[in-house]
């Protein structure tokens, strides 16, 4: 489990501690909720978003990609930008590659479909932060291809996911 850390750790780096061992599967949701009740300023809500979609479970992947791609099933007050990002920041995770594998191919279409029904500035938080960077992998680099050929975004959306796929 979490031990508790030493009262006087800035809260920074408290929740920096919880997110690896969140993502390593060594905490539970509960144990994120204690860390938010804590903190429960902006900063709090953000990280704890975070460490929400890192959990290695299906239910919490599958609870953050809806928040992050399906608008409709996700309430307004959770939309801001800051715990778009946040959640998009905690999803993705090179150790649990076998968990997201189903979603890599999911990205691309979802991408498209954020940009079209959310908006500009949503599709532009997903691709800078909610890109599957840990997928290294000539799939993921095709999947990203056919996306700017098949449908191309706008040109702000195109440039930042033609970039993220060159560094890809």
Known sequence: ???????DLAPDLRWRILLRL?????VSRARID???ERDSGTAGR???????????????????????????????SELSG???????????HPEQA?????????YFPALLRAAAGRGGATARVLAQHGFPYHAVNEA?????????????????????????LADL
């Open 22 to 26: 969140v993502v390593l599967g060594e």
């Open 82 to 92: 800051y715990l778009l990002t946040a959640t998009a920041k905690g999803f993705w």
């Open 46 to 76: 953000q990280w704890a978003a975070r460490c929400r979609a890192a959990l290695p479970e299906p239910a919490a992947k599958q609870a953050a990609w809806t928040a992050m791609f399906d608008a409709a099933q996700t309430p307004v």
């Open 140 to 164: 993921t680099f095709q999947a990203g291809e056919r996306c700017l050929k098949g449908n191309p975004p706008a040109s702000d959306l195109r440039r930042l996911l033609a970039d993220q």
């Open 34 to 36: 204690q860390e938010h």
């Open 98 to 106: 076998e968990l997201l594998a189903d979603y890599v191919p999911r």
């Open 1 to 7: 489990g979490f031990p508790d850390l030493a009262p």
